[in-house]
């Protein structure tokens, strides 16, 4: 897929405030500090696009970006991030999970997970959670210019055996670097699928 243009939209403190819609959506989701808004401006080609830092926590509303005039890419805060209070931690719990189960048309959640680490309960809690409520989700592991090859691969094959102990299907995942493009053109075909299968769906519907 071609991006020919990538713009902000709104950010927003809740569900209810989000852009009224029929496009399909893609929300990225994971650890504080994972990559979430590294890899979707690396998505969109767009360096500025979503507010990256250093400093985990960065990202703390539901931010929507429309792309192509045809779908919206969606950046969320992350989760398990221990350095604001647990009162805000719970506000960001609580907007995420309304977002999640809420939003009618989210196709899938990609859900960011660092390659540099063995798999984390964290993570495979999130991924229960998502279970629980049925949304589906695809898995990104980041950060994959950080380390070997064999260790990015090996971390990622990790978790994916952990994911089988409690999974029957295992969804498409995707090895990622923002810094080096890795995985854009999978991702953004992956993205370019689902749309087509969406405004099927949509057109079977109406019809
Ligand atoms: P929050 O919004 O705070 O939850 O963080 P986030 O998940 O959006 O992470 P963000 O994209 O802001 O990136 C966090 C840090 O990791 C930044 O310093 C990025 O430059 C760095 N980073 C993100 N992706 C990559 C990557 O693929 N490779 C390398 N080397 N650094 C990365
Ligand atoms: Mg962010």
Redesign the pocket.
């Known amino acids: 897929m071609e991006i020919k243009s990538a713009t902000f939209v709104i950010s927003s403190p809740k569900v209810d405030l989000c852009p009224k819609t029929e496009m399909p959506e893609y929300a990225f989701i994971?650890?504080?500090?994972?990559?979430?808004?590294?890899?979707?401006?690396?998505l969109t080609g767009q360096k500025n696009l979503?507010?990256?830092?250093?400093?985990?926590?960065?990202?703390?509303l539901i931010n929507h970006f429309l792309i192509n005039k045809e779908f919206y890419i969606v950046?969320l805060?992350?989760y398990g991030?221990a350095k604001v209070s647990q009162n805000t931690r719970n506000v960001w719990e609580k907007m995420i999970e309304n977002y999640l189960k809420e939003r009618t048309n989210l196709i899938t959640v990609f859900v960011?997970i660092d390659s540099r680490h063995e798999p984390q309960n964290i993570d495979l809690e999130f991924l229960r959670k998502l279970g629980e409520w049925e949304i589906p989700f695809n898995v990104i592991f980041?950060?994959?210019?950080?380390s070997t090859q064999r260790d990015a691969a090996r971390n990622a094959k990790m978790f994916i055996e952990a994911m089988k102990k409690e999974w029957e299907f295992i969804p498409r995942s995707f090895m990622?670097?923002?810094?080096?493009f890795?995985g854009r053109k999978d991702i953004l075909g992956y993205i370019e699928e689902l749309n087509t299968e969406y405004a099927e769906a949509i057109k079977e519907g109406k019809s």
């Open positions: 994971g650890r504080s500090n994972v990559g979430k808004s590294s890899l979707i401006n690396m979503a507010k990256t830092s250093n400093t985990p926590g960065k990202t703390q950046d805060p992350g991030f960011l980041t950060k994959a210019d950080k990622t670097s923002s810094v080096k890795l």
